[in-house]
Structures are given as C-alpha cells and as structure tokens.
C-alpha cells in the first residue's frame, strides 16, 4: 500500500519567517495531494491540494509543490502567522474501487512565535 | 465546514462494551469514510464505502464493523471494545473533486 513520510515531525518559527514542510509517497498511481490543517481540538480541513498535472499551486500566503519523478510534494507558508499554529498534514490519494483513498502522513506541529 | 455531523461526541466504555458511533452526511455525495486518529500516528484509514451498500477495508480494519444502509449514513461498530481502541475518531465525506470533509470526531476512551 502507499506509504506518506511527513517532516519535520515540529516546526518552530518566529512570526514572518516563512515554514516549509516535506512530503514522500512511494505509489506512482497516487495523483492528488491534499493539505490539511488541524487546530488544536477541532476537526482536519483542507487548506490546500494539488494533482498530478499541476507542478505548483499558490493561494496567497501559502504554496504547494509536487516533483512526481521524485514522489515528494511539500507545503510553504510564508509570513507566518500567530494563528497559523496548528497541526499540519500531507496526504497522497489514488483511485481504489469508486473511491480516492488518502493515505495520511504523521502530521508537523507548526508553532508560530510572536 | 457544515455537512458531516457525529454523535456522540464522547464516550467511555469499559473493556468488551460495545458501541455504534454515528456518521450522517448533508449531501448526496457517494464516498465516506472512518478514521482513528492516535499521537504522532496521523490519520489511519479503519474503512471506507464509496457507494451505498459498498464497504471495504482500510488499513486499520480490526476489530471494527461498518454498515453503509444508505447514502446519507455510515456508521462505525465496536463489538468488543478494547483500551487500544481509546483514540480519537473522525468521519469523512469526499465531495466530486475528492476533497474530504470531516466531521467534529468522537473521543472514545475504553478502560
């Protein structure tokens, strides 16, 4: 089955830096790669995703990257903020029986300092 | 992030209880999901249906039964609850572009 890498496990920055997570999956049939954001208590959600055809994606602050030769994609956040604090994670989704399938990483604990 | 309710959304059993938790979508999409989710393990997959009437296996299947009756609900099963069972459950709905959307969860502890 796919196998997702996430590091760092935490991230510590100072608010403004900018914070840079990475990502590897092994399956090639794997195709989408959706970011989560999960705030202390509260539930999983999706801040941003990129496919398979596509080799970056912005959406203000933050940014996606995928290097599908090298099977890694990583997540940028630039101008950190207080509130960017949270639990973040990767996951690589293949099709399986009418269904994507994602599989998750471990997940980064982002801490933005003040 | 409306369209996912769970119930309950805490619960605590003893060692060999069993318990149903409850997932109910909103929408008409085909594609739902449960996952647990432990410390520094992420979210792992128990099962997944991606029609009514259709489950299957995700990577954590064991002790745990799904039923998928209709297209709206799909609820998650513990026959005989066990402590390594204490986590944090989520239900999911994927919409047509496979972006998930995950219920409030449900901590469970089981002593």
């Known amino acids: 089955g796919e196998n997702v890498e996430q590091h760092p496990s935490t991230l510590s920055v100072q608010e403004g830096d900018s914070a840079v997570i990475k990502c590897t999956y092994s399956?090639?049939?794997?195709?989408?790669f959706p970011w989560y954001k999960q705030e202390l208590g509260k539930r999983p959600q999706l801040i941003i995703d990129i496919r398979s055809n596509v080799g970056e994606k912005k959406d203000q602050r933050i940014a996606v990257t995928l290097n599908k030769t090298a099977k890694h994609f990583s997540l940028h956040i630039t101008e950190t903020q207080p509130e960017d604090s949270a639990v973040y994670f990767c996951a690589a989704s293949k099709q399986s029986g009418g269904s994507y399938i994602p599989t998750f990483g471990r997940g980064t604990s982002l801490i933005v300092h003040p | 992030n409306a369209g996912v309710t769970q119930t309950p959304k805490f619960q605590v059993l003893k060692t060999g209880q069993s318990m149903t938790l409850q997932c109910a979508q909103d929408m008409n999409h085909n594609s739902m999901y449960w996952y647990r989710q432990d410390p520094g393990m992420g979210l792992r997959l128990i099962y997944y249906s991606a029609s009514e009437g259709t489950t299957d296996k995700g990577e954590v299947p064991n002790g745990y039964n799904v039923s998928r009756l209709n297209k709206r609900e799909f609820s998650l099963r513990l026959e005989s609850a066990a402590p390594s069972q204490t986590s944090v459950y989520f239900c999911?709905?994927?919409?047509?572009?496979?972006?998930?959307?995950f219920g409030s969860g449900t901590q469970l502890s089981v002593l």
């Open positions: 399956d090639s049939a794997s195709n989408y």
């Open positions: 999911a709905r994927a919409d047509t572009n496979e972006k998930l959307f």
